[in-house]
């Protein structure tokens, strides 16, 4: 079970959020910061009090998301790679995951993206039975 629960740790904890991460970015610059795109958003709203173009707000947000996934990727394999060869990850590590991938459900479902919601479901899932071994021994 031991090594199931590192697997589970591997695939959902380090290997998606860098595949995820990477093809977000990649969608990001191919699909997204299009003259198209930019000429969709046009809308201005106060950011703190400051005017600020929609696209140049979204474009921040969605570039610096598809980042922030990675690093949690490349985080959770350093965390990962310290451990011996026969430890499962820490507990810590199996909570921090389930918290960002309740993110993920939630948001999927508040802004109503469907892809997003089933997957943060099956990760969170999969991170729990993780947890649930962990704690279990």
Not at 55 to 76: E, K, R
């Amino acid at each position: 079970m031991k090594s199931f629960a590192r697997t589970l740790y591997v695939m959902l904890g380090i290997v998606t959020p860098i595949l995820i991460g990477s093809l977000h970015l990649y969608s990001h610059y191919i699909d997204l910061v299009i003259p198209e795109v930019q000429e969709g958003i046009t809308m201005e709203v106060q950011v703190l009090g400051h005017p600020s173009p929609s696209f140049a707000i979204w474009g921040l947000m969605s570039f610096v998301m598809g980042l922030l996934i990675i690093l949690l990727g490349l985080n959770n394999y350093i965390q990962f790679s310290s451990l011996s060869k026969e430890e499962m990850p820490k507990t810590f590590m199996f909570v921090i995951m389930i918290i960002f991938l309740l993110g993920v459900v939630y948001a999927g479902w508040e802004f109503q993206s469907m892809p997003h919601f089933y997957a943060g479901l099956v990760g969170t899932i999969g991170m729990f039975i993780g947890l649930g071994i962990r704690l279990g021994g």
